[in-house]
C-alpha cells in the first residue's frame, strides 16, 4: 500500500491493524489530521557516518561555551544516566527520579558558564547538528497541508527553535514545548523557565497552554513520532482520538529493546535515518510533499 513501509528497517507486531489505522486516517484526510513529535533522536539523526550526532543539549556542552572542567563534569553525567534512560530492565517509575536528577544537575552546571542569549546561534551554527534525511518534506508537506505539528522536547527549547529556524523550516505551523532557557536583563543564562521536562513526564502534567490540544479538538487523527518509551504519553493532552498511530524509531541497544518497541509502537523504523516511512504514510492520508 505504501511503498516507503516495505523498506527492511521498518517493522510491525501486527501489519493488519496499522493499515486498517492507515486507511481510517485516510478517510479523514489532512483536516482531520495532527503530528505530536519528540525532537532529539526523532527529528534528529541519532548517527552520520559512523559518528554519534548532538542532542540539544550536547550542542551546548560541545560548544566553546562551556569549560573543560564542565564538559567533563556533564559528559560524566551522561555516562551515568544515560545508560538508566534506555534500560530496558528497568521501570519508568524506577527510571523517573534518576532522570530528575540527570537534568537538574546538567541544568546547574549549565548556568554556571555565563551563557549568552546572543551565543545560541553561533553555536547551533557551529555544531554538527543534523535533522532527519526528508526533514525538508516533512516540515514543509505538513506546512502546506496546514497540518499542526507539536514538537515536545525533553531538551533544550531554544536550541531545537535555533535547528529548525537555520534548517528553514520554522513554519507556523509548528508548536514548541520543551525546557526554555531563561536569560537576566544582560543576556546571561541564569535558569530554566517553567516546570522541568525529561524523558519519563511527557505528558499533560507540564503543558502550560491547555488550550492548544482544545482548539485542535476536531483533528482526532493523531500522528505520534517518538525515540523512547516517555514519548508515548506524548498525546495524553489530546482531547478527542478517534486513530493514533505511534512511530518509534529504535535507535540504540536495538537487540535489547527490540521487542520492547514492537509491543509499544504500531512501526518500529530500526536504525533508520530518515523519515522516509513517516513521509510515506502523511503522503498516503493526503499531505502535500
Ligand atoms: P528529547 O525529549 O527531545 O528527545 O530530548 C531529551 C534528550 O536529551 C534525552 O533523550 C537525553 C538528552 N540529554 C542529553 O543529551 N544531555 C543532557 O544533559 C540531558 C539532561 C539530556
Ligand atoms: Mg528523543
Given at each position: 500500500?505504501?511503498?516507503?513501509?516495505?523498506?527492511?528497517?521498518?517493522?510491525?507486531?501486527?501489519?493488519?491493524?496499522?493499515?486498517?489505522?492507515?486507511?481510517?486516517?485516510?478517510?479523514?484526510?489532512?483536516?482531520?489530521?495532527?503530528?505530536?513529535?519528540?525532537?532529539?533522536?526523532?527529528?534528529?539523526?541519532?548517527?552520520?557516518?559512523?559518528?554519534?550526532?548532538?542532542?540539544?543539549?550536547?550542542?551546548?556542552?560541545?560548544?566553546?561555551?562551556?569549560?573543560?572542567?564542565?564538559?567533563?563534569?556533564?559528559?560524566?553525567?551522561?555516562?551515568?544516566?544515560?545508560?538508566?534512560?534506555?534500560?530496558?530492565?528497568?521501570?519508568?517509575d524506577e527510571k523517573y527520579p534518576l532522570m530528575v536528577e540527570w537534568w537538574t544537575?546538567?541544568?546547574?552546571?549549565?548556568?554556571?558558564?555565563?551563557?549568552?542569549?546572543?551565543?545560541?546561534?553561533?553555536?547551533?551554527?557551529?555544531?554538527g547538528a543534523m535533522l532527519r534525511e526528508g526533514y525538508e518534506v516533512f516540515f514543509?508537506?505538513?506546512?502546506?497541508?496546514?497540518?499542526?505539528?507539536?514538537?515536545?522536547?525533553?531538551?533544550?527549547?531554544?536550541?531545537?527553535?535555533?535547528?529548525?529556524?537555520?534548517?528553514?523550516?520554522?513554519?507556523?505551523?509548528?508548536?514548541?514545548?520543551?525546557?526554555?532557557?531563561?536569560?537576566?536583563?544582560?543576556?546571561?543564562?541564569?535558569?530554566?523557565?517553567?516546570?522541568?521536562?525529561?524523558?519519563?513526564?511527557?505528558?499533560?502534567?507540564?503543558?502550560?497552554?491547555?488550550?492548544?490540544?482544545?482548539?485542535?479538538?476536531?483533528?482526532?487523527?493523531?500522528?505520534?513520532?517518538?525515540?523512547?518509551?516517555?514519548?508515548?504519553?506524548?498525546?495524553?493532552?489530546?482531547?478527542?482520538?478517534?486513530?493514533?498511530?505511534?512511530?518509534?524509531?529504535?535507535?540504540?541497544?536495538?537487540?535489547?529493546?527490540?521487542?520492547?518497541?514492537?509491543?509499544?509502537?504500531?512501526?518500529?523504523?530500526?536504525?533508520?535515518?530518515?523519515?522516509?516511512?513517516?513521509?510515506?504514510?502523511?503522503?498516503n492520508i493526503g499531505a502535500k510533499n
Amino acid at each position: 500500500m505504501i511503498a516507503e513501509l516495505e523498506k527492511k528497517t521498518v517493522s510491525m507486531k501486527d501489519a493488519g491493524r496499522v493499515k486498517e489505522i492507515i486507511m481510517s486516517m485516510q478517510r479523514g484526510g489532512e483536516k482531520k489530521l495532527q503530528v505530536i513529535s519528540d525532537f532529539d533522536m526523532t527529528l534528529t539523526r541519532f548517527g552520520h557516518n559512523g559518528k554519534r550526532c548532538p542532542t540539544c543539549h550536547n550542542i551546548v556542552d560541545n560548544s566553546q561555551l562551556v569549560s573543560a572542567d564542565c564538559k567533563k563534569k556533564l559528559k560524566d553525567l551522561c555516562n551515568t544516566y544515560y545508560p538508566i534512560e534506555i534500560d530496558h530492565t528497568r521501570s519508568i517509575d524506577e527510571k523517573y527520579p534518576l532522570m530528575v536528577e540527570w537534568w537538574t544537575k546538567a541544568h546547574d552546571l549549565l548556568c554556571q558558564q555565563n551563557i549568552r542569549k546572543d551565543m545560541i546561534a553561533p553555536i547551533v551554527k557551529d555544531s554538527g547538528a543534523m535533522l532527519r534525511e526528508g526533514y525538508e518534506v516533512f516540515f514543509n508537506g505538513l506546512h502546506q497541508s496546514n497540518i499542526p505539528l507539536f514538537i515536545f522536547s525533553a531538551g533544550i527549547g531554544d536550541i531545537l527553535e535555533e535547528i529548525i529556524r537555520q534548517a528553514g523550516v520554522f513554519h507556523d505551523n509548528v508548536n514548541v514545548v520543551s525546557n526554555y532557557m531563561d536569560f537576566d536583563e544582560k543576556g546571561m543564562l541564569i535558569g530554566f523557565k517553567g516546570e522541568l521536562i525529561h524523558t519519563y513526564n511527557k505528558n499533560n502534567s507540564v503543558l502550560r497552554d491547555k488550550e492548544y490540544f482544545k482548539q485542535l479538538d476536531n483533528r482526532t487523527n493523531i500522528i505520534v513520532l517518538g525515540d523512547t518509551l516517555g514519548d508515548l504519553t506524548m498525546a495524553d493532552g489530546v482531547t478527542n482520538v478517534e486513530n493514533i498511530l505511534k512511530i518509534g524509531f529504535l535507535n540504540d541497544k536495538v537487540e535489547e529493546q527490540r521487542q520492547m518497541f514492537l509491543d509499544a509502537y504500531d512501526i518500529v523504523l530500526e536504525k533508520d535515518e530518515t523519515l522516509d516511512a513517516v513521509n510515506g504514510i502523511l503522503k498516503n492520508i493526503g499531505a502535500k510533499n
